[in-house]
């Protein structure tokens, strides 16, 4: 599309608010373009949320998505999608047990149908996606379920003409303990610009030790949204050096190096884009393995960031498993500020 085109687009506004102040925004006026919301199941046409338990006590959060005002709805195949014509937000939730399929076999479906979607919608470019897939770590019958995810995807990528490699969205894929496949995604029709890690492998490019097929993802995508403002979408961020893990068995290790990745990716954004981003004015998601480490990881944060950082205030804890059994913490994030990418 032409640059004129994008600028008459209409923009894409995101904010993160508690669930609560969500649904009365929501009450208040016009419906939103669609919400997704962190730690509750279930929902209507706008909202879908993701079921995983919310750790500390703390608010399910949500982030409320504003687009433009004429909002058009589908279904293609298992995807149900909302779309202005311009940003598309669609969501998967299968039940392995309706379908006769491995994980292998329903990650592509489910996959093909999202490009199919986009494809209805004329929103080409996948910006970000979040996965969540039940029993993460369990073997899938002589292949981890994971592994298993990762070989559909990838295949389904490739079948569509996607970029399944460099270009690839930015993404995060969780363990739930219970309930179905869930997809949540979100397009446009600007490619956005991928971003790499310089302390870790690309992820496209893991060697063929995690799996027979790599996973389908970018460490983080810068995305224009209109108006003058500049997405960066980090992707689900762990404990990994290069292509391994590391501080096996040490919680606060991990979450010390994960945070000296997101900086990393951070500061790899911040060259390709005016817009100056930072970690403490991000909003994010700690997907944290075992329950009882939440309040470490809580106290941990607060001392690198800040307890009165946006990230802190904005920050919403949840169980989930992480694709790799001995990671222990994993952090997700997304920003927006004023600017424009650079070419
Ligand atoms: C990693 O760095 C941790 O398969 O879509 C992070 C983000 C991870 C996305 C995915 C996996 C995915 O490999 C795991």
Known sequence: MTLAAAAEAPSLRVERLTLG????????GAKPFAALSYGVGGDNAWITGVSARVLLNSEPMVDLWHA??????GTTGVVRWRSDGHWLLGVVDLDENDHGEDLTALSQRAYRNLFEAMKQAGCPHLLRIWNYLPRINDDGGGMERYRQFNAGRQQAFLEAGQAAFEGAPAACALGVHEGALCIRFLAGRVPPLPVEN??????YHY???YGPRSPTFSRAALAPLGGGQVALFISGTASIVGHQTVHVGDVRAQLDE???????????ANERSSAIFTLER??????VRHPADAPGIRRQLEH???AGSRFMRHAVFLQADICRSELLVEIEAHATEPGELRG
Do not use: C, E, K, M
Not at 258 to 268: C, E, F, K, P, S
């Open 258 to 268: 994960t945070l000296l990745n997101l900086r990393a990716v951070i500061a790899a």
């Open 21 to 28: 102040q969500g649904l009365a925004r929501a009450a208040g």
């Open 282 to 287: 991000s909003d994010p998601v700690v997907y």
């Open 68 to 73: 433009g005002a004429a909002v058009q709805s």
């Open 198 to 203: 310089p302390r870790q492998v690309s992820a």
């Open 207 to 209: 060697p063929s030790d």
């Open 304 to 306: 690198a960031l800040g």
